[in-house]
């Protein structure tokens, strides 16, 4: 049994039709009780109060942001090696998901900000190249719709993810790489001195899988559309070629 085995479309059809709904439903679970723990019992922070329950929204699905970008990344690179269709499509599946989550990251964070900072957006470093890494998100969706041919736009949205992937590191170490800019360093930290604290740490972490989990869900649903678009598209065009 190898790993290249899921593959193969029919595979992947099969293994993700049961995965699914157990995948989608420990998401649900996950990011409920997550929610509601940390919302509704944990307590206001000394200093920030309770705007630092936003951390389990905003963290979550910070990290999600980057990470879609590293999973479309390492498809992309097993399409351009081993020119498999599913990593290609699993890539563009995962992609809209990525905004989303760069999106709410980056909303949560403004609402975060403002009382902290006293504004709603500042040139930070790690803001700005997550705001940068949004518009590579954007621009790898258009790029998929402006080019006619699959295969053609597999390969060139693979490049851009190349580059973009640059960004998605920056937005992940941007504190560590310049010393200026308002936001702080990691919440998750082995450093117990920067890590949250254990009342705030473990309803996060809850909140963290549930969003994995979601992506993964949402990934996975996303691909199985795209494998059915495309063999749509091959039928079609065998009917009017006979």
Same mark, same amino acid.
């Given at each position: 049994?190898?790993?290249?085995?899921?593959?193969?479309?029919?595979?992947?059809?099969?293994?993700?039709?049961? *995965?699914? %709904?157990?995948?989608?439903g420990?998401a +649900?679970? /996950? $990011? =409920?009780? @997550?929610l509601? #723990?940390g919302?509704?019992?944990?307590?206001d922070?000394?200093?920030?109060?309770?705007?630092?329950?936003?951390?389990?929204l905003?963290?979550?699905?910070?990290?999600?942001?980057?990470?879609?970008?590293?999973?479309?990344?390492?498809?992309?690179?097993?399409?351009?090696?081993?020119?498999?269709?599913?990593?290609?499509?699993?890539?563009?599946? *995962?992609? %809209?998901?990525?905004?989303?989550?760069? +999106?709410? /990251? $980056? =909303?949560? @964070?403004?609402? #975060?900000?403002?009382?902290?900072?006293?504004?709603?957006?500042?040139?930070d470093?790690?803001?700005?190249?997550?705001?940068?890494?949004?518009?590579?998100?954007?621009?790898?969706?258009?790029?998929?719709?402006?080019?006619?041919?699959?295969?053609?736009?597999?390969?060139?949205t693979?490049?851009?993810?190349?580059?973009g992937?640059?960004?998605?590191?920056?937005?992940?170490?941007?504190?560590?790489?310049?010393?200026?800019?308002?936001?702080?360093?990691a919440?998750?930290?082995?450093?117990?001195?920067?890590?949250?604290?254990?009342?705030?740490w473990?309803?996060?972490?809850?909140?963290?899988?549930?969003?994995?989990?979601?992506?993964?869900?949402?990934?996975?649903?996303?691909?199985?559309?795209?494998?059915?678009?495309r063999?749509?598209?091959?039928?079609?065009?065998?009917?009017?070629?006979?």
């Amino acid at each position: 049994m190898s790993i290249w085995e899921y593959a193969n479309p029919k595979k992947f059809m099969q293994t993700s039709a049961w *995965a699914l %709904p157990w995948v989608m439903g420990l998401a +649900v679970v /996950a $990011l =409920v009780a @997550g929610l509601i #723990w940390g919302f509704f019992f944990t307590p206001d922070d000394f200093r920030q109060g309770s705007t630092v329950k936003i951390i389990y929204l905003h963290v979550p699905a910070a990290m999600m942001a980057i990470n879609a970008w590293v999973m479309m990344l390492i498809t992309s690179l097993i399409w351009l090696v081993r020119r498999h269709h599913v990593s290609a499509l699993a890539a563009k599946a *995962a992609a %809209p998901v990525g905004l989303t989550f760069t +999106v709410i /990251a $980056l =909303v949560t @964070g403004a609402f #975060w900000g403002q009382p902290m900072w006293g504004t709603w957006w500042a040139w930070d470093p790690r803001l700005t190249s997550f705001l940068i890494l949004t518009l590579f998100y954007m621009g790898y969706i258009a790029l998929w719709e402006a080019i006619e041919n699959p295969d053609t736009a597999a390969d060139l949205t693979a490049v851009l993810c190349l580059v973009g992937s640059v960004f998605a590191l920056l937005s992940r170490y941007a504190v560590l790489f310049w010393n200026q800019g308002l936001h702080q360093g990691a919440s998750l930290s082995l450093d117990k001195e920067e890590n949250v604290a254990d009342v705030f740490w473990f309803p996060l972490l809850v909140c963290i899988a549930g969003f994995v989990l979601l992506f993964l869900a949402l990934v996975l649903m996303r691909t199985r559309t795209e494998i059915r678009a495309r063999r749509l598209q091959a039928l079609l065009a065998r009917e009017r070629l006979a």
